[in-house]
Protein backbone atom coordinates (compact mmCIF):
# COMPACT_ATOMS: atom_id res chain seq x y z
CA UNK A 1 0.00 0.00 0.00
CA UNK A 2 0.79 3.18 -0.58
CA UNK A 3 1.95 4.99 3.12
CA UNK A 4 2.17 8.49 1.60
CA UNK A 5 -1.23 10.17 3.41
CA UNK A 6 -2.83 11.34 0.17
CA UNK A 7 -6.54 12.64 1.74
CA UNK A 8 -8.90 10.24 1.35
CA UNK A 9 -6.45 8.31 -1.18
CA UNK A 10 -9.09 8.29 -3.96
CA UNK A 11 -6.06 10.04 -6.49
CA UNK A 12 -8.68 11.42 -8.72
CA UNK A 13 -10.77 8.55 -8.95
CA UNK A 14 -14.72 8.79 -8.24
CA UNK A 15 -15.02 9.21 -4.31
CA UNK A 16 -17.48 6.79 -3.82
CA UNK A 17 -17.76 3.42 -2.50
CA UNK A 18 -16.99 0.46 -4.59
CA UNK A 19 -18.74 -2.72 -3.42
CA UNK A 20 -15.86 -4.71 -5.49
CA UNK A 21 -13.37 -3.28 -3.56
CA UNK A 22 -14.84 -2.86 -0.08
CA UNK A 23 -14.35 -4.73 3.03
CA UNK A 24 -16.85 -3.92 6.01
CA UNK A 25 -14.86 -3.75 8.91
CA UNK A 26 -17.46 -3.81 12.23
CA UNK A 27 -15.28 -3.10 15.27
CA UNK A 28 -16.21 -3.17 19.18
CA UNK A 29 -19.92 -3.04 18.50
CA UNK A 30 -20.39 -4.45 22.24
CA UNK A 31 -22.84 -4.78 24.68
CA UNK A 32 -21.30 -2.91 27.36
CA UNK A 33 -20.00 -0.38 25.40
CA UNK A 34 -23.53 0.40 24.44
CA UNK A 35 -24.41 1.26 27.48
CA UNK A 36 -22.36 4.07 27.42
CA UNK A 37 -23.83 5.59 24.19
CA UNK A 38 -25.32 9.08 24.76
CA UNK A 39 -25.18 10.62 21.07
CA UNK A 40 -27.92 8.69 20.03
CA UNK A 41 -30.52 5.86 20.49
CA UNK A 42 -28.83 2.83 21.07
CA UNK A 43 -31.60 1.56 19.16
CA UNK A 44 -30.72 3.37 16.57
CA UNK A 45 -27.17 2.51 16.63
CA UNK A 46 -28.17 -1.40 17.14
CA UNK A 47 -30.53 -1.28 13.90
CA UNK A 48 -27.66 0.57 11.54
CA UNK A 49 -24.90 -1.75 12.41
CA UNK A 50 -27.48 -4.37 11.95
CA UNK A 51 -28.42 -3.09 8.16
CA UNK A 52 -24.76 -2.67 7.47
CA UNK A 53 -24.00 -6.20 8.18
CA UNK A 54 -27.52 -7.35 6.09
CA UNK A 55 -26.35 -5.07 3.11
CA UNK A 56 -22.72 -6.59 3.09
CA UNK A 57 -24.26 -9.95 2.86
CA UNK A 58 -27.13 -9.17 -0.34
CA UNK A 59 -23.83 -7.34 -1.86
CA UNK A 60 -21.04 -10.15 -0.91
CA UNK A 61 -18.96 -7.74 0.46
CA UNK A 62 -16.53 -9.13 3.26
CA UNK A 63 -17.38 -8.27 6.49
CA UNK A 64 -14.44 -8.84 9.64
CA UNK A 65 -15.20 -8.19 13.17
CA UNK A 66 -13.76 -7.39 16.19
CA UNK A 67 -14.49 -7.04 19.86
CA UNK A 68 -12.34 -5.39 22.75
CA UNK A 69 -11.73 -7.67 25.71
CA UNK A 70 -15.30 -9.29 24.48
CA UNK A 71 -15.43 -11.72 28.40
CA UNK A 72 -14.86 -8.14 30.58
CA UNK A 73 -17.04 -5.35 31.33
CA UNK A 74 -17.13 -4.26 27.19
CA UNK A 75 -19.36 -7.41 26.68
CA UNK A 76 -19.67 -9.45 23.79
CA UNK A 77 -20.33 -8.45 19.72
CA UNK A 78 -24.09 -8.00 19.68
CA UNK A 79 -24.79 -10.86 18.09
CA UNK A 80 -27.18 -9.29 14.88
CA UNK A 81 -24.16 -8.77 13.00
CA UNK A 82 -22.68 -12.22 13.04
CA UNK A 83 -26.28 -13.72 11.93
CA UNK A 84 -27.26 -11.12 9.30
CA UNK A 85 -23.29 -11.95 7.89
CA UNK A 86 -22.66 -15.44 9.03
CA UNK A 87 -19.43 -15.03 6.04
CA UNK A 88 -18.07 -12.06 8.62
CA UNK A 89 -14.47 -12.99 9.91
CA UNK A 90 -14.03 -12.53 13.48
CA UNK A 91 -10.52 -11.64 14.58
CA UNK A 92 -9.44 -11.67 18.34
CA UNK A 93 -7.26 -9.22 19.87
CA UNK A 94 -4.30 -9.39 22.71
CA UNK A 95 -5.70 -6.33 24.33
CA UNK A 96 -5.14 -3.81 21.71
CA UNK A 97 -7.55 -0.65 22.19
CA UNK A 98 -6.48 0.62 18.58
CA UNK A 99 -7.73 -2.89 16.27
CA UNK A 100 -5.28 -1.23 13.47
CA UNK A 101 -2.75 -1.95 16.34
CA UNK A 102 -3.30 -6.03 15.92
CA UNK A 103 -1.34 -7.32 13.66
CA UNK A 104 -3.79 -10.23 13.22
CA UNK A 105 -6.60 -7.80 12.19
CA UNK A 106 -4.43 -5.64 9.61
CA UNK A 107 -3.39 -8.93 7.80
CA UNK A 108 -7.12 -9.76 8.03
CA UNK A 109 -7.91 -6.58 5.91
CA UNK A 110 -4.60 -7.05 3.75
CA UNK A 111 -5.67 -10.89 3.33
CA UNK A 112 -8.83 -9.07 1.36
CA UNK A 113 -6.55 -7.60 -1.00
CA UNK A 114 -9.26 -4.60 -1.41
CA UNK A 115 -8.31 -1.39 -0.44
CA UNK A 116 -11.53 0.05 0.35
CA UNK A 117 -12.48 0.42 4.13
CA UNK A 118 -16.28 0.69 5.40
CA UNK A 119 -15.54 1.47 9.09
CA UNK A 120 -17.97 1.50 11.91
CA UNK A 121 -17.03 1.19 15.90
CA UNK A 122 -18.22 2.05 19.12
CA UNK A 123 -16.73 3.95 20.65
CA UNK A 124 -16.48 6.37 17.49
CA UNK A 125 -13.70 8.55 19.09
CA UNK A 126 -11.51 5.72 19.68
CA UNK A 127 -12.73 2.12 18.56
CA UNK A 128 -13.66 4.00 14.96
CA UNK A 129 -11.47 6.79 14.67
CA UNK A 130 -8.08 5.12 15.20
CA UNK A 131 -8.60 2.36 12.41
CA UNK A 132 -9.67 5.19 10.56
CA UNK A 133 -6.71 6.96 10.79
CA UNK A 134 -4.61 5.19 10.59
CA UNK A 135 -6.03 2.94 7.59
CA UNK A 136 -5.76 6.33 5.80
CA UNK A 137 -2.37 6.45 6.74
CA UNK A 138 -1.61 2.95 5.53
CA UNK A 139 -3.25 3.95 1.53
CA UNK A 140 -6.58 2.66 2.42
CA UNK A 141 -9.68 4.68 0.61
CA UNK A 142 -11.74 5.04 4.12
CA UNK A 143 -15.39 5.82 4.80
CA UNK A 144 -16.60 6.06 8.71
CA UNK A 145 -20.20 4.99 9.23
CA UNK A 146 -20.92 7.99 11.96
CA UNK A 147 -24.49 6.75 12.80
CA UNK A 148 -23.52 2.93 13.27
CA UNK A 149 -20.68 4.27 15.76
CA UNK A 150 -21.59 5.58 19.16
CA UNK A 151 -19.88 7.82 21.84
CA UNK A 152 -20.44 8.77 25.54
CA UNK A 153 -21.61 12.77 24.47
CA UNK A 154 -22.45 14.67 21.02
CA UNK A 155 -19.12 16.39 21.44
CA UNK A 156 -17.20 13.63 21.75
CA UNK A 157 -19.00 12.65 18.28
CA UNK A 158 -18.06 16.51 17.00
CA UNK A 159 -14.65 16.30 17.98
CA UNK A 160 -14.06 12.94 16.36
CA UNK A 161 -15.60 13.60 13.45
CA UNK A 162 -13.25 16.68 12.86
CA UNK A 163 -10.83 14.89 13.60
CA UNK A 164 -11.02 11.96 10.66
CA UNK A 165 -11.94 14.62 8.13
CA UNK A 166 -8.91 16.49 8.75
CA UNK A 167 -6.92 12.96 8.46
CA UNK A 168 -8.81 12.74 4.96
CA UNK A 169 -11.54 10.01 6.16
CA UNK A 170 -14.72 10.38 4.41
CA UNK A 171 -17.42 10.32 7.16
CA UNK A 172 -21.29 8.81 5.55
CA UNK A 173 -24.16 7.01 7.13
CA UNK A 174 -26.05 4.17 6.89
CA UNK A 175 -28.29 4.94 4.46
CA UNK A 176 -26.10 6.70 2.42
CA UNK A 177 -23.72 3.39 2.07
CA UNK A 178 -26.84 1.22 1.34
CA UNK A 179 -27.81 3.32 -1.52
CA UNK A 180 -24.03 3.94 -2.68
CA UNK A 181 -23.71 -0.05 -2.65
CA UNK A 182 -27.01 -0.98 -4.10
CA UNK A 183 -27.11 1.79 -7.08
CA UNK A 184 -30.45 0.74 -8.45
CA UNK A 185 -33.75 -0.91 -7.68
CA UNK A 186 -33.78 -2.59 -10.75
CA UNK A 187 -32.03 -6.00 -9.13
CA UNK A 188 -33.99 -9.01 -8.67
CA UNK A 189 -33.62 -8.73 -4.84
CA UNK A 190 -34.87 -5.12 -4.80
CA UNK A 191 -36.89 -6.30 -1.91
CA UNK A 192 -34.54 -7.36 0.25
CA UNK A 193 -32.69 -4.15 -0.24
CA UNK A 194 -36.40 -2.79 1.13
CA UNK A 195 -36.44 -4.53 4.05
CA UNK A 196 -33.32 -3.87 4.81
CA UNK A 197 -34.11 -0.01 5.18
CA UNK A 198 -36.73 -0.31 7.03
CA UNK A 199 -34.44 -0.97 9.64
CA UNK A 200 -33.45 2.57 9.03
CA UNK A 201 -36.49 4.05 8.60
CA UNK A 202 -39.31 2.18 10.35
CA UNK A 203 -42.25 4.20 8.60
CA UNK A 204 -40.79 3.14 5.57
CA UNK A 205 -41.59 0.03 6.53
CA UNK A 206 -45.32 0.92 6.67
CA UNK A 207 -45.20 2.24 2.82
CA UNK A 208 -43.68 -1.23 2.29
CA UNK A 209 -46.34 -2.77 3.28
CA UNK A 210 -49.25 -0.46 2.40
CA UNK A 211 -47.99 -0.93 -1.44
CA UNK A 212 -47.78 -4.66 -1.10
CA UNK A 213 -51.39 -4.55 -0.01
CA UNK A 214 -52.34 -2.08 -2.83
CA UNK A 215 -50.39 -4.89 -5.52
CA UNK A 216 -52.51 -7.31 -3.67
CA UNK A 217 -56.17 -6.12 -4.26
CA UNK A 218 -55.30 -5.82 -7.92
CA UNK A 219 -53.33 -8.80 -8.62
CA UNK A 220 -56.52 -10.53 -6.61
CA UNK A 221 -59.00 -8.67 -7.85
CA UNK A 222 -59.95 -8.27 -4.07
CA UNK A 223 -63.44 -7.37 -2.98
CA UNK A 224 -63.17 -3.84 -1.46
CA UNK A 225 -64.61 -3.17 1.82
CA UNK A 226 -66.70 0.19 0.91
CA UNK A 227 -68.08 -1.50 -2.50
CA UNK A 228 -71.58 -2.89 -1.71
CA UNK A 229 -71.68 -6.59 -2.85
Known amino acids: MNSVNNVANFNGLRPVIDPGDAVLLLIDHQSGLFQTVKDMEMTVLRANATTLAKVATLAKIHVITSASVP ?10 IHKYAPHAQYVARSGQINAWDSPDFVAAVKATGRTTLIIAGTITSVCMAFPCIYAVHDGYKVFAV ?46 QWAEAYSALFPPYQLLIESYAKAQEVVTQHEQLDSVPV
Do not use: F, H
Request: hydrophobic letters at 40%; aromatic letters at 4%; charged letters at 20%.
Open 146 to 191: VDASGTYSKMAQEIALARIVQAGVVPIDTAAVCSEIQKTWSRPDAA
Open 71 to 80: QGPNGPLIPE
